[in-house]
């Protein structure tokens, strides 16, 4: 009986540190970092903990600034398909685009895609850089209250050597 009663405990411990995003309610669900409620779906983003705890965003952006260094702590990032809207996908293999001639709701001008290629679409039409997710993340390090107005790619350093040269104002 103590092995089964351990089991069963076993069993619910594990069950609920599930690491899976949770459906947004559009409309309802309030941003953890600006707190405003999250109505956009093609800008919405989550943070799922190590721990199975959901976390909300009306932007990527609230997402980025309320994470900035925290990564650690973090099980899945998700972040809405600008082209295929209330779609979640994985932000660290999302690519990001950042035009002044596509708001986004917190005025970081910053919109994630499912595929490079796709970015690179829209980025033809309303132009703009586009990131990987270790180059939005190191962004988001090197200056509180991010205004990508003021910070353009070409103005990041080239981490430890990483970047290809032309890439991240690097050598």
């Known amino acids: 009986m103590r092995y089964l009663s351990s089991l069963i405990l076993a ?3 594990l069950s609920s540190c599930n690491i899976e995003p949770k459906e947004i309610d559009y409309g309802k669900d309030q941003c953890r970092f600006c707190k405003m409620t999250v109505v956009d779906k093609q800008h919405a ?3 799922v903990t ?3 705890k959901v976390f909300k965003y009306d932007a990527i952006e609230c997402m980025m600034r309320d994470y900035k260094g925290a990564h650690d702590k973090v099980g899945l990032f998700v972040i809405n398909d600008y082209n295929a809207p209330t779609t979640l996908i994985d932000a660290k293999t999302a690519t990001y685009l950042i035009s002044e001639n596509l708001p986004s709701p917190m ?3 910053l919109t994630g895609f499912s595929s490079r290629e796709d970015a690179e ?3 033809k039409d309303k132009g703009g850089d586009l990131y990987t997710w270790d180059e939005l993340t190191e962004l988001f390090k090197t200056k509180e209250g991010v205004n990508m ?3 353009k790619k070409s103005d990041m350093k080239c981490q ?3 970047c290809a040269p032309g890439k991240c104002g690097g050598n």
């Open 11 to 13: 069993i619910v411990v």
């Open 45 to 47: 983003a989550e943070v």
């Open 50 to 52: 190590k721990k199975g």
């Open 107 to 109: 005025g970081e001008f």
């Open 121 to 123: 679409k829209v980025q």
């Open 149 to 151: 107005g003021e910070k």
């Open 160 to 162: 430890a050597g990483k």
